[in-house]
């Protein structure tokens, strides 16, 4: 055998090693690529059936979610809600000390005693009698006393006619202002602070809440 | 002599080719086998679950699930509130200001 045939035949062998070589690695490739289309395949499945049981479930699930959900706005709502409401009566009862130290005279820039010429007066005209008893409180009723005379002119003369004050002995609990009646009782007139107070907070709150910011 | 050792030795060239075509068939078939074994397991795996949601089996489970996922956006719906909570304690103390003289106004004469 000469060297030329050896070499030859060494090269064929070598080339249908390498060809074997390469059939068994597209198949070893083409194996990897079937199981990982199956892989892929499985996983659509499985998402598939977990899909199909929500579906199926879907309203209990529905359910559950909605309460538990609902229960956390509703909670979350309510504990908002206190903390406005606890905000604004912060506010209300800031805005009462301030009023207690306008009736005391102790606000320099308010002249209560007008404060309250102003209440009577008003509640003068909404009772609309001649004679008439006011009541207010131990402190207001000092200064009645002593300035009734002035003050009985003074509203006659914004309402334009006589006007006859008659002060109750007994006083009654309040910041300041008055209330005020015919001699039958039958017209009655709150105009105290607290009375006023009150009625702007029943009124006011959603403003307050605007000026507050906390709408 | 050397035609016939050619001869031979193509012989045993060409059965190593077929061997190694049976090779990559067993391995193809092989794979394929295995690949539709999976599919028909997992695809029997959602015939039952489908089957356990109508018998009402899995239900309990499914609904842990969705208690514990509505859960976790409820303590989101919770985190959003106190958030706005935690405006309304640093209200300004202008705006509080503000408020109390609307009040006063509306309250003396």
């Excluded at chain 2, 309990?60 to 919770?78: I, N, S, Y």
Aim: charged share 45%.
């Amino acid at each position: 055998m000469g060297s030329k045939t050896v070499e030859l035949e060494a090269k064929l062998i070598e080339r249908i090693l390498g060809r074997r070589k390469e059939i068994i690695s597209e198949a070893e490739k083409r194996a990897k690529e079937i199981i990982e289309d199956a892989r892929e395949r499985v996983k659509k499945i499985l998402v598939e059936g977990r899909e199909t049981q929500l579906r199926l479930a879907g309203t209990d699930l529905k359910a559950v979610r909605d309460k538990i959900l609902g229960e956390a706005e509703q909670e979350g709502r309510r504990k908002l809600m206190e903390m406005r409401k606890e905000v604004i009566s912060k506010v209300f009862s800031e805005a009462e000390n301030r009023l207690r130290v306008i009736a005391e005279g102790k606000d320099k820039s308010v002249d209560y005693n007008e404060v309250l010429l102003k209440l009577i007066s008003e509640a003068a005209s909404a009772v609309g009698e001649r004679d008439l008893v006011i009541a207010m409180n131990k402190r207001d009723i000092e200064y009645l006393m002593k300035e009734l005379g002035r003050i009985e002119s003074a509203i006659s003369k914004a309402l334009g006619h006589e006007v006859k004050l008659t002060v109750e002995e007994e006083s009654i609990n309040c910041l300041g202002g008055v209330t005020l009646y015919d001699r039958s009782k039958r017209k009655i007139f709150y105009n105290t602070l607290d009375g006023r107070l009150l009625k702007a907070r029943k009124e006011m709150e959603a403003e307050v809440a605007k000026v507050l910011g906390v709408i | 002599m050397e035609v016939k050792r050619y001869i031979e030795v193509s012989e045993k060239l060409r059965r190593l080719l077929e061997d190694a075509e049976k090779q990559a068939k067993d391995i193809i078939a092989q794979a394929e086998e295995r690949a539709e074994k999976m599919v028909a397991d997992v695809e029997e795996e959602a015939k039952n679950m489908k089957l356990k949601v109508e018998t009402g089996e899995i239900l309990d489970e499914l609904v842990k699930d969705a208690e514990k996922a509505a859960e976790d956006e409820a303590k989101k719906v919770l985190e959003k509130y106190e958030r706005k909570l935690s405006t309304l304690k640093e209200i300004p103390s202008e705006r509080v200001q503000k408020a109390i003289e609307l009040i006063l106004r509306r309250v003396l004469p």
